[in-house]
């Protein structure tokens, strides 16, 4: 049964342990106006081999600009429809320094950092991009679905080498309204430009997830967690 919880100043969070005594953790953010209950039906779906531990964190409630102001759970402000281009810098890094709370969390409960993961769907995946390219210890890898590279022009001089060689899955629709395809395939690009071992992963959907890309996923995921 998922726990809604909140240690130290981290933010307010969901924990799911799929087995006792836990070696492994996943930290999934949510999306846009979503909020950390939106992924527990997938990470309940996905069978592992071994027992894992996922942080579901709420993004803070904020306005957002693309929205006319409307207040909802954001991980930062979008200011145009061309996400890509304007992007909200400030925001960005006080989400990343949210994230980096969640995982010193996680390891003063004793899960080493290689064995911790960051994931995400589309805002949340591009805070997991955003964060685990840069902390300073070696992370299990990265979770990107349906989403795209941000502040890409900083990351060559802000990409900690700790996380050089870190794995990551990223997965895309090829008819994404929200998050444009080309967007995320060029950001694909970027990361596999700079050295990075990126799996890239494409489905016939819209901004969503689909059985198939679960299966690709646990399959990528189990393979790492098993060694």
Not at 143 to 159: D, F
Not at 162 to 185: T, W
Request: net charge negative; hydrophobic share 40%.
């Amino acid at each position: 049964m998922p726990d809604t919880s909140t240690m130290n100043d981290t933010l307010p969070h969901i924990t799911l342990e799929t087995g006792p005594v836990p070696r492994h953790s996943i930290i999934w953010l949510h999306g846009l106006g979503a909020d950390g209950e939106d992924f527990v039906p997938v990470a309940e779906q996905m069978q592992l081999p071994v027992a894992v531990r996922y942080i579901f964190p709420h993004a803070p409630m904020q306005p957002v600009t693309i929205n006319g102001g409307y207040v909802m759970r954001a991980w930062y402000d979008i200011i145009a429809t061309n996400i890509g281009a304007a992007q909200d810098e400030a925001g960005i890094r006080d989400s990343q320094a949210e994230i980096e709370k969640l995982i010193a969390q996680e390891k003063q409960r004793g899960i080493a950092a290689q064995h911790i993961y960051l994931a995400g769907f589309s805002q949340g995946g591009a805070i997991a991009l955003h964060a685990g390219l840069r902390h300073a210890e070696r992370l299990g890898g990265v979770i990107a679905l349906s989403t795209y590279l941000p502040l890409s022009h900083t990351l060559a001089q802000e990409a900690h080498a700790a996380n050089r060689e870190l794995a990551i899955f990223m997965a895309h629709g090829d008819s994404d309204p929200i998050v444009p395809y080309a967007l995320g395939k060029s950001s694909a690009q970027k990361l596999q430009d700079l050295g990075y071992q990126l799996s890239w992963h494409e489905y016939g959907m819209p901004h969503s997830v689909c059985a198939e890309e679960i299966d690709d996923l646990a399959h990528w995921l189990g393979t790492r967690l098993a060694q």
